[in-house]
């Protein structure tokens, strides 16, 4: 009951901030922008490149993997700065600015509470990623050539697992910390440090929940699912479970205190 | 500019125009920015794209 209440004022908090509007197109363009950009490329050049007389330019047109890694990858950059500034705010706003003691004034869990936010924001960002990269799915298909449904499903909620991870984090943040910008800084910085480290050693950690996105490329380039990426999404679920139970700690000490 | 080109690019700008026209109301609405009000107009209409983004992320106070 409680859960649910908690729940429904976040989701109609972000539809009142225009969460619900924004975040997705910002996604979309996030996602067609690159395929757009390289299948148009030589166009480009021609109207604004001075290219020399008599010069040739032969610009290989990418393949549909490819094309459509780009979007994955964009997202993966641009959209992983975007969640994390969407949720930087959720708990340690609340905090600062008082909302939160009147919240846990009356008998709300600190689990339902940590719990019931993180849920809403994931929300948000699923929807979000699946509506972008489905539209840029159908850019790529135009331009590019086909790619299965399954494919991109498959593609898609892998991909959602790895920002349930990111989000994991930013909430670990957002419980100690006060400062927005602060939360939203240290949980960028811990995502790079994770994306550096498992890149330099991918043969070791295999199951790096960060190389979610490398196996889903060669998903694209194969056709076939890498038997590590489950290993890479348990992986990232049991981290995303670490960081809300040591979230619910830590809001409980901070009560106390 | 062939006609597929402009119905790629379509979506594009009537999404850039939601953006914008959202980002509007909400500032109409809210009480208080970082920053005058006025300047977060220009910022959202001139600024193609990035503009609405940053005052979503910025620019307001609650």
């Known amino acids: 009951m409680q859960w649910s209440t908690i729940f ?3 989701l109609t908090e972000h539809w009142r901030s225009f969460k619900w509007i924004w975040v997705p197109i910002v996604f979309i363009m996030f996602a067609i922008m690159d395929p757009l950009t390289m299948y148009y490329f030589p166009i480009i050049m021609d109207s604004v490149g001075n290219v020399p007389e008599g010069a040739t330019l032969d610009f290989p047109t990418p393949s549909v993997a490819e094309a459509m890694i780009m979007s994955f990858s964009q997202l993966g950059l641009l959209g992983v700065l975007i969640a994390v500034v969407v949720s930087m705010g959720l708990v340690s706003k609340e905090v600062k600015s008082g909302v939160y003691e009147l919240v846990l004034s009356k008998p709300v869990s600190f689990t339902n509470y940590i719990t019931a936010k993180y849920v809403a924001a994931l929300m948000l960002i699923a929807f979000s990623l699946a509506v972008s990269l489905l539209v840029g799915w159908y850019y790529v298909n ?7 449904l399954v494919q991109i499903t498959v593609s898609i909620l892998f991909f959602i697992v790895y920002f349930m ?21 240290l949980s960028i910085i811990t995502v790079v440090i994770l994306n550096v480290i498992s890149s330099i050693y991918s043969h070791v950690i295999t199951w790096s929940p960060t190389l979610i996105s490398d196996y889903i490329n060669m998903y694209f380039y194969s056709g076939q699912l890498e038997t590590e990426i489950w290993f890479s999404t348990v992986a990232a679920v049991a981290i995303t479970v670490m960081c809300l139970v040591i979230a619910t700690i830590t809001l409980k000490n901070r009560a106390i205190d | 500019m062939d006609a597929t080109l402009i119905q790629l690019l379509l979506p594009l700008g009537v999404l850039q125009l939601i953006l914008i026209v959202i980002a509007l109301i909400d500032l109409r609405k809210i009480d208080e920015t970082n920053g005058p009000k006025w300047m977060w107009v220009l910022i959202i209409i001139f600024f193609n794209f990035i503009g609405p983004i940053i005052y979503f992320i910025i620019g307001r106070r609650t």
Do not use: H, P, R
């Open chain 1, 8 to 10: 429904k004022k976040e």
């Open chain 1, 142 to 148: 135009i331009l590019f050539g086909t790619i299965s």
């Open chain 1, 165 to 185: 991870m990111i989000l994991g984090i930013v909430m670990l943040f957002n419980s100690f910390l006060k400062s927005q910008g602060l939360v939203a800084f």
